[in-house]
Nanobody
Framework: QVHVVESGGGLVQPGGSLRLSCVASGSIFKVNGMGWYRQAPGKQRESVASITSSGSTNVVDSVKGRFTISRDNAKNTVYLQMNSLKPEDTAVYYC???????????????WGQGTQVTVSS
């Protein structure tokens, strides 16, 4: 099975920074792409940023210029550097990994449990 674990969340003041990390492990032959999503209470989960194995990135307009996604393919790890944080960034941030499972031709996606980010004075 594939396991995805996020870390790096916490409480930060407006204008502050956090760096989230996500590690995919287990029966992974290849990670095709990884991405970050967030969900605030009572709201739908939304895509924040994604990155492919080749390094192509997408970032949602609301965080463009403030958030940067990067990767370390050798470690099956993706990072989300969050700068100039705003209260509206408060949410549980989830990592998703799209992988090929070892010994198969199956492409599957896997979710982490999430890490809380709270931006407040």
């Amino acid at each position: 099975q594939v396991h995805v674990v996020e870390s790096g969340g916490g409480l930060v003041q407006p204008g502050g920074s956090l760096r989230l990390s996500c590690v995919a492990s287990g029966s992974i032959f290849k990670v095709n792409g990884m991405g970050w999503y967030r969900q605030a209470p009572g709201k739908q989960r939304e895509s924040v940023a994604s990155i492919t194995s080749s390094g192509s990135t997408n970032v949602v307009d609301s965080v463009k210029g403030r958030f940067t996604i990067s990767r370390d393919n050798a470690k099956n790890t993706v990072y989300l550097q969050m700068n100039s944080l705003k209260p509206e960034d408060t949410a549980v941030y989830y990592c998703n990994a799209v992988t090929i499972v070892t010994g198969t031709l199956r492409v599957t996606d896997h979710w982490g449990q999430g890490t809380q980010v709270t931006v407040s004075s």
